[in-house]
């Protein structure tokens, strides 16, 4: 999902991504989100397509781009099925085809924030390469790209993706296909030294 402006895309489906810091400790995840006091919160519950609310304290409403239909991004397809989500609740699957555009994105860009989301690649991951961009901002005073990458890693850059990125977990494919995954990428500097990556609650920075 990559044009000059930020988008959360991919070949994967996306639910509940949050731009904030701090842990999630209550049973539900709404309300856990929701007590952090998020800069944004983009809960892709929508069954429609057209605006990605924000019900975070940023209200920086987003709209769904690409091709949706048969056979492309689809809206509303079934969310994540774990404990602590409300049954019935939805989720975006971008297939390669649609994203979320949130306009400009400097809101969306520091050297210290955080990044939270879930997502699951229903399709196999092939090694090398970039199979799914589940976060990207395109600032020249921040950038950062969030993907998953082929064999099963997480992709970070927090600059040109040719000299200042890491891919996370190479030797331990630890990302399983058709599975629900939480997401965190904290960010505490200009590098990509200065991220630590968390995938279902465990460290997976080094």
Known sequence: MSIARQRLFGAAIVATV?????????????????????????????TSQGVVYDTGSGSLNGNHSGFFGSGDAEVGVPGVDLPGFDAGNKALWVNDAGAVNLGSSEPFAASTMSVALWYRNPLPTTTGGLSDRLFQNNSTTAPMTIASS??????????PEVDNSVQMGRENLWIINNTWHHVVVVRNGDDAADVDVYVDGINRSS
Do not use: F, K, M
């Open 18 to 46: 949050v731009a904030c810091c701090g842990g999630l400790a209550l049973a539900d995840y709404t309300d856990a989100v929701n007590a952090l006091s998020p800069d944004h919160y983009y809960r892709l519950n929508e």
């Open 150 to 159: 082929g064999g099963g890693t997480i992709h970070i850059a927090t600059g």
